[in-house]
């Protein structure tokens, strides 16, 4: 039997290495902060579970989380269908392919914080371009430092516009995979386009809307800078979502037990649902 060569471990260890001092060594913290107390001067107190406890039957907690969920549903509801009507209307070949691809692209290329600056100018009610349009040519009241509901459309409208690009990339990726063949034996048969889609594209395009939901998920389940730099969580706790809640916690209240405590909570969450978004939406394929 040939012997395995065990050198390739040589060049793995200095990532293993990255990986422990970035992630693991930061989450051990994170543990031991969410079962102590501390009062400063390294002096640290046994609490056990007393701060999961506290965080679970709290109703600050459970009203950021709802807000967190509403968010995250409401961008996938949007941005995936969005991304794959812009990615199929999107030209296979040509000039006009690299120009789509590079303008779909630049949205993503913006710094996150940037992002919410940008947006926090723009629909400033007086002075930003869009808040005076809605306001005084318009009509329409918007004012999103004082409507709930205007603060919500514009996180809302500022994350699509921001992450639709990553949706449409992928499912164009998936678009262009497919074999002319496909489509000329649809053409043959008298497929409808719908029927094409249903049938030949959507199936094909199943991996990378995929990753595309996983991703979306993740990422807008545990945003934090655009909307902060946006609204501040306000008006009020209107767009207080949980990773602005859980910041205001940690570095607002210096509450470190329950913060650390929360940040566990949250990231099972993450975890949890990422695993049955998986598991759902790869369920024929383990089957077949």
Known sequence: MKKLNQRAWLFVTPVLLLVAFNALIPMMTVVNYSVQETFGDNLFF???IDWFEQVLTSERFHKALGRQFLF???ILIIEVPLGVAIALAMPRQGFWVPFCLVTMALPMLIPWNVVGAMWNIFTLPDIGLLGY?????LGIPYDMTQNPFAAWVTIVIMDVWHWTSLVVLLAYAGLVSIPNAYYQAAEIDGASGWAVFR???LPKMKTVLTIAILLRFMDSFNIYTEPFVLTG???GNSTTLLSIDLVKIALGQFDLGPAA?????YFAITLLVSWLFYTLMTMN????
């Open 46 to 48: 046994w609490q056990g």
């Open 72 to 74: 995250t549903f409401l």
């Open 133 to 137: 349009f809605m306001n005084h040519t």
């Open 199 to 201: 049938f030949i594209q």
């Open 233 to 235: 969580g306000g008006p």
């Open 261 to 265: 405590a929360m940040s566990l909570i």
């Open 285 to 288: 394929d383990n089957k077949s």
